[in-house]
């Protein structure tokens, strides 16, 4: 092999990990969606009696969704050091409360200033809030810089030995020094051009975000085809966490206009995909309809309900790898169709049946009632499709594989399903959030 393409090779390596370190802070979202949803007014805010409690649930979520820069730094710094430890977070924190503090020095923090309220009269913005949430000045993008540094620098130097007289300060305990002089230099930098950086930022976010048919439906589509090299995290985190105030953390605001990049997920979570694999089902082989029947639709009832829908795309991701292309692009049309038609709906997990019923009263949701027969109608294109193009082009799903050394196909295709399964069941978050979810969403999404 070249060396340049050992070079590709580890870079691309680098990025998968990179993706996989995401998936620690993000698996924080489903308990900060569930307890700031929970403490709405139109939930257990609706009551007197009930009404302290939700303010408890508001603040306990809220505070996670305002510290997601912290929980990023933290969890990318243990997710992206190799053999990374408790220490690895210690030096994180301090790493990030240095950068943190630094760049405040230049670009002090600034409070959102109103929140929207459903009430008879319509959506009404509010000029401040009960209780403060805090806008970084870099958002979550601090996070990301902060884990990163950290790991690199764990790395490098948690076995470094000192003299005798500084041996207390040698290995692990060295490395949130450090860490901390690194990040104060950066804090700097990052400070001074933080007007720059933040027009950057916002150019982009506005750039993704201006058109919500197009830029809803490429998204889509580009989440799907990166899932399966790992990389579709570094498509999700900035839409979620970073442009424009992020997605995610404006649907549970109360942005009415949040959700661009969530909302086509519901439908083929929660309708097209089982489907797909009611399709696979019905054309696996007459003695393997058995086996695969149980696979597939305890799959389809994942991803109904949670939104995991790992299971089932990598059931036919590599081996009927044109399947996988005809979802992501229809996964693109439901994000335009969506977003076209108006309707809005968030997760904090993924785009299943749970986050449905949980956030389609959300101050935010807007005519989440049409996911359901826009669902029913993905559900039935993509039976149709998946079942025509599996048998008109012979693919290989689970349950056709050809026999091997003669076996008796009733168990040949058993261990290699039982493993597509396991391993797609490990791969699983908001995809997915997202997830959006599994995949998209799942936040995993």
Known sequence: MSDRAQGNRRGLAGLQRFGRSLMLPIATLPAAALLNRLGQADMLGRWDATSGIADVFVAAGGGLFDWLPLLFAVGIAVGFARKGDGSTGVAAVVGFVVFSKVVQVFAP???????????????????????????????????????????????RFYRVKLPQYLAFFGGRRFVPIVNSVALLLLGVVFGLAFPVIDAGIQAAGEAATSDAVIGGGLYGMLNRLLIPVGLHQLLNVPLWFVFDGGDINNFFAGDPNAGAFMTGFFPIFMFALPAAALAIWQTAKPSQKKLV????????????LTGITEPIEFAFMFVAWPLYLIHAVLTGTSMMLANALDIHLGFGFSAGGIDFLLNMTAPAANKAWLLIPIGLVYAAIYYVVFRWVITK??????????????????????????GTAADASAQTGPESAGGAGGSAGGTGT
């Open 293 to 304: 029947g149980g696979v597939m639709l305890s799959s389809a009832l994942t991803a109904f």
């Open 109 to 155: 923090i600034e409070e959102i200033e109103g929140y929207y309220e459903q009430t008879p009269d319509g959506m009404v913005e509010h000029t401040e809030w009960l209780l403060q949430p805090i806008k970084w000045p870099y958002s979550v993008l601090s996070g990301i810089v902060v884990g990163l540094v950290t790991a690199v620098l764990w790395q």
């Open 393 to 418: 082009w012979n693919l290989r799903t689970p349950g056709r594989e050809d026999d091997t050394d003669g076996a008796d196909d009733s168990e040949a295709p058993s261990k290699a399903d039982a």
